[in-house]
């Protein structure tokens, strides 16, 4: 069986940059997630469907014509990795995600991703519902405030304009709706390693997740 490291957590916790961080470590592949909501979102968007259409959603998600290359994330050719990115974007994803027929639509995309040497697969419900056969499953955390942050940061360093204020709301606001879904709500998973990253810099962070993995495979030269 493939080995895969999960890890999950709330947006803007740094999952993103750390499981790409591991994967380039290991020589492993990547799974995010959050990107194949992110599609449905967009597909959706642009469709004019109305998020009450759960079952046309699902469909569309199965059946998206989709390309993850180093060029970037293609949607029927069109480069749309700027496209997924906004906050729109994220917010829509956010809602596709609460409905049941499109995660399980997206399954067969995840499970696909896990193949030899092995997999860090990122997300809110890898550990959980996804991979549960994880060897390890990380759940990093960190302050709303914080996480606001660092959004702000990144959003200023593309030239937008933004208000932090705006963004601590937005955060909240989709939090409140990942935990609190019926279906896979964010939460850590059962023998998840939880770090908070408030305070903490990506090195350090990636040294306790290196740990942790290195402490499960022995054999591997992290
Ligand atoms: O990680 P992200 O911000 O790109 O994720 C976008 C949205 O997709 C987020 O609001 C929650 C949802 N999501 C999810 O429900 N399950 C996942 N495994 C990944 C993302």
């Given at each position: 069986m493939t080995r895969v490291v999960t890890i999950d957590g709330p947006s803007g916790s740094g999952k993103g940059t750390i499981a790409a961080l591991l994967a380039e470590r290991l020589g492993w592949h990547c799974l995010d997630s959050g990107a194949l909501y992110r599609l449905v979102g967009l597909i959706v968007d642009r469709a004019g469907?109305?998020?009450?259409?759960g079952n046309k959603i699902a469909e569309l998600g199965r059946n998206m014509d989709v390309e993850f290359s180093p060029a970037g994330v293609m949607l029927e050719g069109e480069d749309v990795s700027i496209a997924i990115r906004t906050e729109t974007a994220g917010n829509n994803a956010s809602k596709v995600a609460a409905i049941p027929a499109v995660r399980e639509a997206l399954l067969q995309w995840q499970h696909d991703y896990a193949r030899e040497p092995g997999l860090i697969a990122d997300g809110r419900d890898m550990g959980s519902?996804?991979?549960?056969?994880?060897e390890v499953k990380i759940f990093l955390d960190a302050s709303a405030e914080e996480r606001a942050q660092r959004r702000y940061k990144q959003l200023k360093e593309k030239g937008l304009d933004v208000s932090l204020a705006g963004l601590v709301a937005e955060i909240e606001e989709r939090d409140q709706r990942d935990r609190n879904r019926?279906?896979?709500?964010l939460k850590a998973p059962d023998g998840a390693l939880v770090v908070?990253?408030?305070?903490?810099?990506i090195e350090e962070v990636l040294a306790t997740v290196l740990e942790q993995v290195q402490c499960t495979f022995p054999d591997l030269e992290v």
């Open positions: 469907i109305g998020f009450e259409k519902v996804v991979f549960p056969q994880a019926s279906v896979a709500p908070d990253s408030t305070g903490l810099s």
